[in-house]
Nanobody, 125 residues
Framework: QVHLVESGGGLVQAGGSLRLSCAAS????????MGWFRQAPGKDRENVAT????????YYLDSVKGRFAISRDNAKNMLYLQMNSLKPEDTAVYYC??????????????????WGQGTQVTVSS
């Protein structure tokens, strides 16, 4: 059974940094697209960053470009999101997601097959 477990969330002041981790188990995701999403209260879940191992492609939400960096350690089956220069508007529950096949570049929540339970990130002003 596949499990994705996020960690690393917390409370940080504006301008601070956090590193989110996602531990995957149940199968190898080394060749599969993985991504980070976030959802703030009353808002839709949005794709923050995506990494596709097969092509080396990465995607970032415009509002996080230059501040966030997605990476993975395939040997450990881990996904990371380094978040720098955090802003109050980054406050949300952050989710790790993975596809079950390579296919087209994933862009929406419906494109993903596996999800973690989420980790809260709160940025105070």
């Amino acid at each position: 059974q596949v499990h994705l477990v996020e960690s690393g969330g917390g409370l940080v002041q504006a301008g601070g940094s956090l590193r989110l981790s996602c531990a995957a188990s149940g199968r190898s995701f080394s060749l599969l697209p993985m991504g980070w999403f976030r959802q703030a209260p009353g808002k839709d879940r949005e794709n923050v960053a995506t990494i596709v191992q097969s092509s080396g492609s990465k995607y970032y939400l415009d509002s996080v470009k230059g501040r966030f960096a997605i990476s993975r350690d395939n040997a450990k089956n881990m996904l990371y999101l380094q978040m720098n220069s955090l802003k109050p508007e980054d406050t949300a529950v952050y989710y790790c997601a993975a596809k079950s096949s390579i296919g087209a570049f994933p862009r929406t929540p419906r494109d993903y097959d596996y999800w973690g339970q989420g980790t809260q990130v709160t940025v105070s002003s």
